[in-house]
């Protein structure tokens, strides 16, 4: 029984590592064939598809009326990108004895990530499954993404190299359809745990959905650390959560199913929505410092932001 509940999960995990990648990759390619800027490319492709199973799991569980299952990889899935993708890339480059810095221009974007965060948490402790909640934070993230556009910031580029692929619209359709496999595998795993393990729609979307979906940010974050590029880490993880909390949490209430707040309760995410909110301003006032000054990697941090998950373990359980 237990091989059978957590096959799915592990096929679609391992799918997903492949088809976020690709997807990235080839959205990129054909961003750039439709002449976008970098800049453009950057701050919403990327960004999007470093959250596209979190969205793509979110729908998934919204067919189910998992509704606190959703909660739970939204704010599962920020936590982890903030405590294990960055304490890890903390960890790896504190180890190596690297110093860090950010440029200056990242500031505005770390506003903007608190805010979001701060807005995400009003709507969960009101009602994160209306109509309304999802018009002011779709418009939350429209305004976001003008901003980006507008003031044109780099801190969200990756290193886009010129590309000669062929069949780029082919193979975009066909990361997207290997994605949306992906994430159906996963949610349909989770969905097996709840009913066979009893183990409760909180603690399975904050783990199973909010690991699983984090797994490929984790893989990457370790890669770019080694490779000494921190700032990419860094500026992908705002744009990441700031699209977690204004786009993926929007999606319940656009599916207009009531049925989703059936086990809702708020007393059950104050905790989590607290350490979240905690891990954020620490991730913030750290990377702001780094703006003024060089500093070497802080390896008794790092060590805080891997624990601070696990810790949040057993608040969710």
Known sequence: M????LLPITLGIALIWISAEKLERYSVIAAKDFGMSPFFIGSTIIAFGTSAPEML????????????MIIGNVIGSNVANLSL????????????????????SIIPN????????LLMWFFIATNPFSLRTSAVLLLA??????FWYKTNSTDFQENLEESSERFVALKLIGSLSLLIFSAW??????????NKLDLGELFVGYTVLAIGTSLPEIAAASSLAIKGRYETVAGTLIGSNI??????????????????????????????????????VVFTVYIY?????????????????????FISLGFAY
């Open 2 to 5: 237990i091989l059978t509940t």
């Open 141 to 146: 993230l429209i305004a976001v993404i003008t």
């Open 110 to 117: 770390l506003v903007i990530l608190l805010a979001a965060t």
């Open 57 to 68: 799991t979110t729908f998934f569980a919204g067919l189910e009326n998992k509704g606190s």
């Open 243 to 280: 699209f977690n909390g204004l786009c993926v949490l929007a999606i319940p209430g656009l599916m207009n199913r009531p049925e989703m707040s059936m086990s809702w309760n708020y007393a059950d995410w104050s905790s989590l929505l607290l350490i979240l909110l905690s891990i954020t």
């Open 185 to 194: 595998l996963i949610t349909k795993g989770a969905t097996n745990i709840l």
């Open 85 to 104: 993708v960055f304490g890890t890339t903390l960890f790896i480059i504190a180890l190596r004895k690297q110093t860090i810095l950010q440029n200056i």
């Open 289 to 309: 410092q780094l703006t003024k000054e060089p500093k070497k990697a802080n390896l008794v941090l790092g060590i805080m932001f891997l624990s601070t998950y």
